[in-house]
């Protein structure tokens, strides 16, 4: 049987049903994040095939880079996903933990832009941590431009 995840924004105008979730959680500390959502952004990784977004219409993006994209409810400003738009990168949503109703079972695994972390916080137990440099490496590379 299928493990089903179900939540929603704080408005609850756009709502999110993951199937199947990975156990683990990434967070992420560059500068956009940290605005972006007040301290680290936590999220789930989710493949385009095991989410289902209802609400899409009050889903609103910014482009905050040359390779993402960041969306967010039009209604209410709560945090949703990132996604990569690089040509060849992962289709994935890099979904805002917080928006499930449940999160028993997955445990924070990864941490990225840890060089970028501030000292004012640490998260409890052992992560995999990624500096920028080593994130950007992951990224495909960037589109010839003609």
């Known amino acids: ?27 992420c500390h560059c500068s956009m994040c940290r605005r972006w959502t ?37 209604t209410c400003g709560s945090t949703l996903w990132y996604r990569l738009t690089a040509p060849g990168a992962p289709t994935d949503y890099y979904l805002a933990a917080g928006l499930l109703d449940d999160l028993s ?10 060089d970028c972390k501030p000292e004012a916080f640490a998260f409890a137990g052992p992560t995999r941590q990624i500096t920028e440099a080593e994130f950007l490496a992951m990224l495909p590379p960037p589109a010839a431009k003609e």
């Open 38 to 74: 007040g301290l680290a952004f936590v999220t789930l990784d989710v493949p385009e095939g095991q989410i289902e977004i209802e609400g899409a219409e009050a889903v609103k993006a910014f482009t905050s880079s040359d390779w993402a994209q960041r969306c967010f409810c039009g």
């Open 1 to 27: 049987m299928a493990d089903k995840r179900s939540g929603r924004c704080l408005c609850g105008a756009v709502r999110v049903t993951v199937t199947d979730p990975e156990p683990h959680l990434n967070a």
């Open 105 to 114: 079972g997955l445990t924070l695994a990864n941490e990225i832009y840890i």
